[in-house]
Structures are given as structure tokens and as C-alpha cells.
């Protein structure tokens, strides 16, 4: 944790607040978890950096055996427990492989269930910074299926 602390920190007082540091990582593991809590400082080049380390924190809600249900309350829970712990909303993303997820392919999960958990952090009160695809090549050949569902929920 401290040297992924120190060379975020480093970054973020070299290349300016304005860099982004972000991190996706399999939901539960405590290393990430505790990465996108951090908080850090460094000076470099005569420019300072103090404060949290990771703007954004993306768990990758996929690529193991869940019922749709089971797996709507792994994303809800690990939200919980991440703000429980002092992140930000602003600062969680829920991810998944592609929404070719919605193409039934093992391991993965319907673009629907998706939206239906992040609908439940939003009716909890958490508007949770949005969700994201890891694998474009797919989403695109199938026309976007995933961007144009959440984006048709968040009005974009």
C-alpha cells in the first residue's frame, strides 16, 4: 500500500490535481479497497501534493459465478462498505466486462441487473459516479448496448 501511496501522490504533485489516478480491482480485496481511501503527500520539482490518492475507485463486478441477485447485492454491499469507510459516492463506478454481458455469456450479468443496482444505491441516497465497460471492442460491435442503457438513465 505505501509504495502504490507514495507514487500516486508523486504523480499527482508532478502532473497537477487535474490527473487522474483510478483503480479497478475484483470486489472485497483489501489492498484496493484500502488504496482508494488513502490519502498522501509528496513534492516534486517544487510542487507539492496533499490529500486522497485516488479519484476514482471501480470494482470489476464480473468474470465470477453469481445468480443476477446475488451478484446486484455483492455491488450494493461493496458500495455500502466503501462509503461506510469514507468514500465518497463521487468516487465509486460500478464496472463489467462489456454489456455482451447481456448476451448471457458465463460469468456475466445482464445490462438490466446492472442498472438496477446502481438504481438501488441511487434510491439509498449514494449517486455513485456512474458504471463503466472494460472490453469497448465488444460493447461497440454490439452498438453500445451498455453505454446507451446508463446513458439513457443519467441523461447523457
Same mark, same amino acid.
Not at 26 to 54: H, I, M, N
Not at 120 to 149: N, Q
Given at each position: 500500500?505505501?509504495?502504490?501511496?507514495? %507514487?500516486? $501522490?508523486?504523480?499527482?504533485?508532478? =502532473? +497537477?490535481?487535474?490527473?487522474?489516478?483510478?483503480?479497478s480491482a475484483e470486489p472485497g *480485496?483489501?489492498?484496493?479497497?484500502?488504496?482508494?481511501?488513502?490519502?498522501?503527500?509528496?513534492?516534486?520539482?517544487?510542487?507539492?501534493?496533499?490529500?486522497?490518492?485516488?479519484?476514482?475507485?471501480?470494482?470489476?463486478?464480473?468474470?465470477?459465478?453469481?445468480?443476477?441477485?446475488?451478484?446486484?447485492?455483492?455491488?450494493? %454491499?461493496? $458500495?455500502?462498505?466503501?462509503?461506510? =469507510? +469514507?468514500?465518497?459516492?463521487?468516487r465509486f463506478v460500478i464496472g463489467?466486462?462489456? *454489456?455482451?454481458?447481456?448476451?448471457?455469456?458465463?460469468?456475466?450479468?445482464?445490462?438490466?441487473?446492472?442498472?438496477?443496482?446502481?438504481?438501488?444505491?441511487?434510491?439509498?441516497?449514494?449517486?455513485?459516479?456512474?458504471?463503466?465497460?472494460?472490453?469497448?471492442?465488444?460493447e461497440a460491435r454490439d452498438g453500445?448496448?451498455? %453505454?446507451?442503457?446508463?446513458?439513457?438513465?443519467?441523461?447523457?
Amino acid at each position: 500500500l505505501d509504495s502504490l501511496v507514495t %507514487a500516486s $501522490a508523486r504523480l499527482k504533485a508532478s =502532473r +497537477g490535481a487535474d490527473f487522474a489516478v483510478t483503480v479497478s480491482a475484483e470486489p472485497g *480485496a483489501p489492498l484496493y479497497e484500502d488504496f482508494a481511501l488513502a490519502e498522501g503527500q509528496a513534492t516534486v520539482d517544487g510542487r507539492s501534493w496533499s490529500g486522497p490518492v485516488c479519484d476514482l475507485y471501480g470494482p470489476q463486478f464480473y468474470d465470477f459465478a453469481q445468480a443476477a441477485a446475488e451478484r446486484q447485492a455483492t455491488i450494493v %454491499a461493496t $458500495a455500502q462498505r466503501m462509503f461506510d =469507510r +469514507g468514500l465518497p459516492p463521487s468516487r465509486f463506478v460500478i464496472g463489467t466486462t462489456y *454489456a455482451g454481458s447481456a448476451i448471457g455469456d458465463p460469468g456475466q450479468m445482464p445490462v438490466d441487473e446492472y442498472l438496477a443496482a446502481y438504481r438501488t444505491l441511487v434510491d439509498a441516497g449514494h449517486r455513485v459516479r456512474g458504471a463503466y465497460v472494460w472490453d469497448m471492442t465488444i460493447e461497440a460491435r454490439d452498438g453500445y448496448p451498455f %453505454a446507451e442503457t446508463f446513458g439513457a438513465e443519467l441523461g447523457t
